[in-house]
């Protein structure tokens, strides 16, 4: 895939081919929902009427650092119904929990002397990027890095404090929990698969042997594999049958990149949709979920944060609450506590 058309909060505009059109039936969110739905006697409006999953988005990563242990761990144990890691791959092939596979914005790379001379420039669809990037590091470097906060306004007294994750590392957390009694899925985003193909590796392949190593099946937890790059879905699909989530790209990304999408091209398990699809800024709501259902596809949709709401709402539980009643399937949250809280209360 060419570089210009990745976008790292971005996906493609091309269409998932028919093959894609995976089952839900056996993950929450779906008509056989697992335990890790929340059972309801009354019929939500969502696509199969049971209540929508709340994802933990990079983990509580609105309380700690995004894709640690700690950020996982809490999130788990606030509920959540899905724990979201994203992926990227180090340059000896091993997949690691990154939102971005630049370095400089969510670890201590900047303080590590040693690693000064390998910052580098690169040209992204948003222009050049002076960074430090994973796929030039081996995973016993990146494992010398610990994880900072991101995000201004955000508690910063665990940065520097926790590891950088391995997949096997976050499955470990869910398998532990599941152990335990808490089922926990997993919402698996694979970001810049069509960069890391170029350099070789095929994130289809080390993903799902990832996963078959640990037996997540046979743990009995759920999984959802999402991606803004729809050939990366296509490859998935034709070598899993889990289900797949189209992720979608919202302003100003799709205005900038010429995007026009057709829901009726997707043919995936789902939609990831941002929010503004849904939310009008006056505090109403679209008719993308009614659309979306009609055409038997699961919305869940990123990503609703306490310290910022959107606009036209007073805080992220009016956000929640315009959400739930549209009928999203799922939402993926920084707060997960407030999500089902929300999503509950009723």
Wanted: glycine share 8%; with cysteine; aromatic share 8%.
């Amino acid at each position: 895939m060419k570089h210009l058309v990745i976008l790292a909060a971005a996906c493609l505009a091309a269409c998932a081919t028919p093959s894609q059109s995976q089952s839900a039936n056996t993950l929450a969110g779906s008509e056989g929902a697992l335990k890790v739905s929340a059972a309801t006697s009354t019929r939500a409006p969502t696509l199969h009427g049971d209540k929508p999953i709340v994802i933990a988005h990079r983990g509580a990563s609105g309380l700690y650092p995004e894709h640690t242990a700690p950020a996982y761990k809490v999130a788990i144990e606030q509920g959540a119904d899905f724990i979201e890691p994203d992926l990227v791959v180090t340059s000896d092939g091993v997949l690691i929990a990154r939102h971005d596979h630049f370095l400089a914005a969510t670890t201590n790379i900047a303080d590590h002397p040693e690693f000064a001379d390998r910052k580098k420039v690169k040209v992204t669809p948003l222009g050049e990027q002076d960074d430090w990037w994973v796929e030039d590091f081996t995973l016993a470097e990146i494992k010398t890095l610990k994880a900072i906060q991101q995000f201004e306004g955000r508690e910063t007294k665990y940065d520097g404090k926790y590891d950088i994750l391995t997949f096997d590392e976050v499955m470990d957390i869910a398998l532990e929990a599941a152990k335990s009694g808490h089922v926990v899925g997993l919402h698996v985003e694979a970001k810049w698969p069509g960069e890391f193909a170029a350099l070789g590796f095929d994130m289809p392949d080390l993903m799902i042997a990832a996963m078959d190593r640990k037996g997540l099946k046979a743990a009995g937890i759920p999984v959802y594999i999402q991606c803004f790059e729809p050939p990366f879905l296509t490859e998935f699909a034709s070598k899993s049958d889990l289900p797949t989530i189209q992720n979608m790209v919202g302003p100003p990304y799709a205005a900038m990149l010429g995007l026009d999408y057709k829901l009726e091209d997707i043919h995936t398990t789902g939609v990831g949709a941002e929010k503004s699809m849904i939310l009008n800024t006056d505090g109403t709501t679209s008719d993308f979920v009614d659309r979306a259902h009609e055409l038997g596809l699961l919305v869940h949709v990123y990503t609703v944060r306490d310290d910022h709401p959107g606009e036209g709402f007073a805080d992220s539980r009016a956000e929640f609450r315009a959400l739930f009643d549209a009928g999203v399937d799922g939402v993926w949250t920084d707060y997960p506590a407030t999500g089902l809280a929300v999503r509950d209360a009723e």
